[in-house]
Protein backbone atom coordinates (compact mmCIF):
# COMPACT_ATOMS: atom_id res chain seq x y z
CA UNK A 1 0.00 0.00 0.00
CA UNK A 2 1.11 3.37 -0.73
CA UNK A 3 1.47 4.90 3.13
CA UNK A 4 1.16 2.83 6.33
CA UNK A 5 -0.09 6.05 8.32
CA UNK A 6 -2.46 6.83 5.73
CA UNK A 7 -6.11 5.41 7.34
CA UNK A 8 -8.68 6.33 4.65
CA UNK A 9 -12.44 6.81 5.97
CA UNK A 10 -15.15 6.64 3.39
CA UNK A 11 -15.83 9.39 1.48
CA UNK A 12 -12.29 10.34 1.16
CA UNK A 13 -10.58 11.47 -1.94
CA UNK A 14 -7.31 9.54 -2.71
CA UNK A 15 -4.77 10.84 -4.77
CA UNK A 16 -2.31 8.58 -6.63
CA UNK A 17 1.12 9.62 -7.57
CA UNK A 18 1.54 7.38 -11.13
CA UNK A 19 5.82 7.76 -11.76
CA UNK A 20 5.21 9.59 -15.09
CA UNK A 21 3.93 12.16 -13.71
CA UNK A 22 0.44 12.47 -13.47
CA UNK A 23 -1.80 11.50 -10.68
CA UNK A 24 -4.90 9.21 -10.38
CA UNK A 25 -8.05 10.23 -8.33
CA UNK A 26 -10.24 7.36 -6.56
CA UNK A 27 -12.98 7.77 -3.74
CA UNK A 28 -12.60 5.49 -0.80
CA UNK A 29 -15.26 3.78 0.42
CA UNK A 30 -14.34 1.28 3.07
CA UNK A 31 -12.97 -2.11 3.10
CA UNK A 32 -10.18 -1.59 1.60
CA UNK A 33 -12.26 -0.46 -1.97
CA UNK A 34 -11.90 2.71 -3.91
CA UNK A 35 -14.47 4.35 -6.51
CA UNK A 36 -12.26 5.47 -9.79
CA UNK A 37 -13.25 5.76 -13.41
CA UNK A 38 -10.40 3.42 -15.55
CA UNK A 39 -10.11 2.20 -19.23
CA UNK A 40 -12.40 0.45 -20.78
CA UNK A 41 -12.06 -3.26 -21.50
CA UNK A 42 -10.48 -3.64 -24.88
CA UNK A 43 -12.48 -5.33 -27.52
CA UNK A 44 -9.67 -8.16 -28.05
CA UNK A 45 -8.93 -9.13 -24.53
CA UNK A 46 -12.37 -8.14 -23.38
CA UNK A 47 -10.24 -6.57 -20.08
CA UNK A 48 -9.04 -3.33 -18.90
CA UNK A 49 -5.15 -2.31 -18.41
CA UNK A 50 -3.59 -3.26 -15.44
CA UNK A 51 -2.83 0.39 -14.11
CA UNK A 52 -6.27 0.98 -12.76
CA UNK A 53 -6.27 4.21 -13.88
CA UNK A 54 -7.20 6.13 -17.60
CA UNK A 55 -4.01 5.29 -19.83
CA UNK A 56 -4.74 7.44 -22.33
CA UNK A 57 -5.05 10.92 -23.53
CA UNK A 58 -7.00 9.94 -26.20
CA UNK A 59 -9.89 8.23 -25.57
CA UNK A 60 -13.64 9.93 -24.91
CA UNK A 61 -15.14 7.15 -22.76
CA UNK A 62 -14.29 4.94 -19.38
CA UNK A 63 -15.08 2.73 -16.79
CA UNK A 64 -16.25 3.14 -13.36
CA UNK A 65 -15.58 0.44 -11.02
CA UNK A 66 -15.02 -0.74 -7.41
CA UNK A 67 -11.83 -2.03 -6.86
CA UNK A 68 -9.31 -2.53 -3.96
CA UNK A 69 -6.75 0.77 -3.38
CA UNK A 70 -4.40 -1.37 -3.12
CA UNK A 71 -4.75 -3.37 -6.74
CA UNK A 72 -5.21 0.80 -7.94
CA UNK A 73 -2.17 2.03 -6.50
CA UNK A 74 -0.03 -0.75 -7.13
CA UNK A 75 3.76 0.08 -5.79
CA UNK A 76 2.82 3.84 -6.07
CA UNK A 77 2.22 5.95 -3.42
CA UNK A 78 -1.05 7.75 -2.66
CA UNK A 79 -2.47 10.11 0.03
CA UNK A 80 -5.99 11.14 1.53
CA UNK A 81 -6.36 14.74 -0.09
CA UNK A 82 -9.85 16.11 0.66
CA UNK A 83 -7.96 19.68 -0.35
CA UNK A 84 -11.18 21.41 -1.36
CA UNK A 85 -12.82 20.67 1.86
CA UNK A 86 -11.84 24.33 2.77
CA UNK A 87 -13.86 25.85 -0.34
CA UNK A 88 -16.84 23.44 -0.52
CA UNK A 89 -18.92 21.44 1.57
CA UNK A 90 -18.28 17.85 1.39
CA UNK A 91 -22.29 15.50 1.07
CA UNK A 92 -22.73 13.38 4.15
CA UNK A 93 -20.50 10.26 4.02
CA UNK A 94 -23.65 8.30 3.48
CA UNK A 95 -24.82 10.05 0.74
CA UNK A 96 -21.35 9.83 -1.07
CA UNK A 97 -21.14 6.35 -0.71
CA UNK A 98 -24.30 5.78 -2.83
CA UNK A 99 -23.71 8.52 -5.34
CA UNK A 100 -20.52 6.34 -5.82
CA UNK A 101 -22.21 3.01 -5.48
CA UNK A 102 -24.85 4.37 -8.38
CA UNK A 103 -21.98 4.68 -11.51
CA UNK A 104 -20.42 1.30 -10.72
CA UNK A 105 -20.17 -0.82 -13.67
CA UNK A 106 -21.30 2.11 -16.27
CA UNK A 107 -19.56 3.65 -19.11
CA UNK A 108 -18.90 6.93 -18.65
CA UNK A 109 -17.90 10.16 -20.96
CA UNK A 110 -13.80 10.75 -20.22
CA UNK A 111 -11.88 14.37 -21.51
CA UNK A 112 -8.82 14.39 -20.06
CA UNK A 113 -9.11 18.46 -19.70
CA UNK A 114 -12.87 18.53 -18.77
CA UNK A 115 -14.30 15.07 -17.36
CA UNK A 116 -11.19 13.00 -15.95
CA UNK A 117 -10.83 11.18 -12.92
CA UNK A 118 -10.47 13.90 -10.26
CA UNK A 119 -13.40 16.04 -11.95
CA UNK A 120 -15.64 12.29 -11.48
CA UNK A 121 -14.57 12.07 -7.47
CA UNK A 122 -14.74 15.51 -6.99
CA UNK A 123 -18.35 15.61 -8.47
CA UNK A 124 -19.18 12.43 -5.93
CA UNK A 125 -17.84 14.60 -2.63
CA UNK A 126 -18.69 17.84 -3.86
CA UNK A 127 -21.58 17.78 -6.12
CA UNK A 128 -18.74 19.82 -8.13
CA UNK A 129 -16.56 18.74 -10.86
CA UNK A 130 -13.09 19.99 -9.63
CA UNK A 131 -9.46 19.60 -11.30
CA UNK A 132 -6.07 21.20 -10.56
CA UNK A 133 -4.09 18.76 -12.79
CA UNK A 134 -5.26 21.15 -15.78
CA UNK A 135 -6.53 24.41 -16.86
CA UNK A 136 -8.78 24.88 -19.62
CA UNK A 137 -8.46 28.65 -21.06
CA UNK A 138 -11.14 30.61 -20.38
Known amino acids: MGQNN ?3 QPGDLIEIFRRDGYQHWALYVGNGYVIHVTDLPSP ?4 PSSSGSITSILTSRAMVKKE ?10 WRINNK ?3 SYDPFP ?8 ESWVGR ?7 KK ?7 ELR ?11 PG
Open 126 to 136: YGVGLCEQVSV
Open 84 to 86: YDN
Open 93 to 100: VEEIIQRA
Open 44 to 47: RQGI
Open 6 to 8: SNP
Open 107 to 113: EVEYDVL
Open 68 to 77: LLTKVAGKDK
Open 116 to 122: NCEHFVT
